[in-house]
Nanobody
Framework: QVQLVESGGGLVQAGGSLRLSCTAS????????MGWFRQAPGKEREFVAA???????EYADSVGGRFAISRDNAKNTVYLQMNSLKPEDTAVYYC????????????????WGQGTQVTVSS
């Protein structure tokens, strides 16, 4: 497993932007698919975006066109650029690593960060 540490959360007004970062330990980061998930109070954790080791990307319908996932393997870091933020984007955002396959199911991701809070005010 890898250790994941997220940063970049905070409070932003609706329409604003934030960039989340997630840095991983270990030498095999480049071989992992990486994902971002979020969990709002009282709700299930849900998929936001994922990027494969070959830079294929997928997004949840709710964030497509507003969010962008990217990775820098030289820095062992995955990013989530969030634009045009809405109050309904308020949640704890989690970074996760999937070492073996591709998909958006939570069960495929074996390593998780501690989460970073994103709050969007109206």
């Amino acid at each position: 497993q890898v250790q994941l540490v997220e940063s970049g959360g905070g409070l932003v007004q609706a329409g604003g932007s934030l960039r989340l970062s997630c840095t991983a330990s270990g030498r095999t980061f480049s071989t992992y698919a990486m994902g971002w998930f979020r969990q709002a109070p009282g709700k299930e954790r849900e998929f936001v975006a994922a990027i494969s080791s070959t830079y294929y990307r997928e997004y949840a319908d709710s964030v497509g066109g507003r969010f962008a996932i990217s990775r820098d393997n030289a820095k062992n870091t995955v990013y989530l650029q969030m634009n045009s933020l809405k109050p309904e984007d308020t949640a704890v955002y989690y970074c996760a690593a999937n070492p073996t396959s591709w998909g958006r199911q939570i069960s495929l991701f074996s390593s998780w960060g501690q989460g970073t809070q994103v709050t969007v005010s109206s």
